[in-house]
């Protein structure tokens, strides 16, 4: 991954934007998401997103393809929910690995077409938080329930991981992380997959603050979750969903300050209206990244809900020629985290 690494010192790189908004700008309906093979299914299917790789892969090519001609680097796969924890609301379990590897073959295919040796393309496998936490009960009335645990989630996000790497993506994404012990399984999983296959492929990791406390779900700050996750060894570490790139601001600027490691940014395109719907612009969003990139704040940049091609395209326009974050040069000491961070003086 050379060349990734050669890019990442000369430019800002483009990610491309939501895969789930362009989805649904398409409409598909339950016949769309069940297709012939899922017909008689015995559970409803419309939502399930990550099927449409099996049932629809035309429109799951058309919409990567689309990121790619906006100006995207880097292509991500449609297998936010492709783990046996999130596919189990539809009872789809089985269908995890199959969905992970069909979802990289297809975003491989169009990266080698749009690729050029001027401008290369990599695919990112994305792994999704699942809508399980290890963190936080699912009960009020009992603070020490759990729905899942470590082991569970390491099975399956390595399970995951796997199939990605077998459908030929070139980096592992982990993304939208509100919960900082899911994303440990998921680590967890990974570097075991490397240690027993002797391989080095690229990690980025993508945490979430949900609202204006500036925290995760699981109660942490932004240097607090680097701090926990910093042992990965990322490629990159950034930020992602939840907030608006007005909002996002500060806590990409934190991050920017204290990461070694290159450092990404993917913002909603706003906050949703009332009907559910982001109603940034392309120009606006690209307004906001365009300054983080002169702030040099930022080595990636992309975009998350509400973000189609045309905001990609935007994006690509605001950083291109501007140059990518210097990465700082951090004093090694002895960093820990629980909800805050701790830095032990020498």
Known sequence: MSDLIDALAERILVLDGAMGTMIQNHDPNEADYRGERFADWESDLKGNND????????LIRDITAQYAAAGSDILTTNTFSATTIAQADYHMEDLAVELNIEAAKIARSVAEEYATADKPRWVAGVIGPTNR???????????????????ELAKAYGEAAEALLEGGVDIILMETIFDTLNAKAAIYAYRKILRERNIDVPLMISGTITDASGRTLSGQTTEAFYNSVVHARPLTVGLNCALGPDALRTYVAEMSRIAPCYVHAYPNAGLPNEFGEYDLTPDEMAEHIGEWADSGLLNMAGGCCGSTPEHIGAIAQAVEGKAPRQRPDIKRAMRLSGLEPFTASA
Not at 52 to 58: A, F, G, V, Y
Request: no cysteine; proline share 11%.
């Open 51 to 58: 099927l449409l790789t099996l049932t629809k892969p035309e």
């Open 133 to 151: 936490t290890a963190s936080i009960s699912p009960d009020v009335n009992d603070p020490g329930k759990r729905n899942t645990d470590f082991d």
